[in-house]
């Protein structure tokens, strides 16, 4: 009798767990086939390498381009060496108190926080309090603080993975504890943190809300972007082509080219992170 509830439980737990699986990938392919239906015949050389014109209803996208671009690295710049060495700490440096554990629990829960209460905070710190304006400099800061969240825990899983065996192999044979981190732990975790970092950054690379407040323009004419000047961004000139636009209907085509442009950086972003992840797991094996 045991038996025959335990096998059906298990029935019942792989069931749910296929029909929500099915349908997640139902409602996906309903989405990327809207988008790639109607944002594909916008896709051409002019598209993605011609500035906006005649107030966004003629011209490219490459204003956007060049900002996501430029804000991407910004985050990369700000977040990357902050939250790396911070997790290192964390992991390998922090005793085990109630001190540690709560500034876990905390960045924790700053990983939950909604991304338009980031770009209020940045709007409030960046902008107004360290008089940055509104300008890339600043909304790449904010985008930064919202990734450090998920880099800090991506990376200090990645190092927690890391058997002790392997830190207490390195000391044994002379290796001081800064030594044993930088030559021994970080390579192992090497593909773990990488993977993290990408995905983190293709997150905020599609990010309306945070820059909403720091910097994101409706309409720059301009191909250059400068770190105290206001940019365009592909979420944001997305979100203004479908909702705020004065020609709403006329530049629908062009909204679904936009679009699709940004899912395919994003997936172009995801897809790296994947192939360091094989690479890396490629030559330990190897090793």
């Known amino acids: ?3 025959k509830s335990s096998k059906l439980s298990t029935v019942i737990e792989w069931g749910t767990l296929l029909i929500s699986t099915v349908l997640v990938c139902f409602f996906l392919i309903v989405v990327i086939w809207e988008i790639v239906s109607k944002g594909a ?22 204003t956007p381009i060049i900002g996501t671009v430029m804000l991407t690295i910004l985050t990369a710049l700000f977040a ?3 939250g790396v060495c911070c997790a290192i700490y964390l992991n390998e440096y922090a005793e085990d108190n109630w001190l540690t554990r709560t500034i876990r629990a905390s960045i924790r829960n700053l990983s939950g926080v909604p991304s338009i209460i980031y770009g209020l905070f940045g709007l409030a710190l960046f902008v107004q309090a360290l008089q940055l304006g509104t300008s890339l400099l600043a909304a790449g800061l904010t985008l930064g603080l919202l990734s450090l969240p ?6 200090e899983e990645a190092l927690m993975r890391i058997p002790n ?9 002379g290796a001081t504890k800064f030594e044993t981190i930088k030559d021994v732990v970080l390579p192992s975790a090497m593909p773990g943190i990488l993977t993290g970092v990408v995905l983190t950054l293709s ?7 945070p820059i909403l407040f720091t910097g994101a323009a409706f309409y720059i004419n301009s191909s250059s972007g400068y770190l105290n000047q206001e940019f365009m961004a592909l979420p944001y000139h997305l979100y203004m082509l479908s909702t705020q636009h004065q020609s709403i209907e006329e ?8 679009a699709l442009v940004l899912i395919i950086v994003v997936f172009f972003m995801n897809l790296t992170a994947f192939y360091i992840r094989f690479k890396y797991r490629k030559n330990a094996t190897e090793m």
């Open 1 to 3: 009798m045991l038996f």
């Open 41 to 62: 015949g916008q896709l051409s050389w002019d598209f993605v390498t011609k500035v906006p014109s005649e107030g966004m209803t003629k011209g490219g996208i490459l």
């Open 80 to 82: 990357i060496p902050f």
């Open 150 to 155: 998920y880099i800090i825990t991506t990376t």
């Open 165 to 173: 065996s392997t830190r207490e192999a390195a000391l044994a044979v």
């Open 203 to 209: 997150r905020a690379a599609g990010e309306t809300a």
């Open 251 to 258: 530049v629908r085509p062009i909204a679904y080219g936009t």
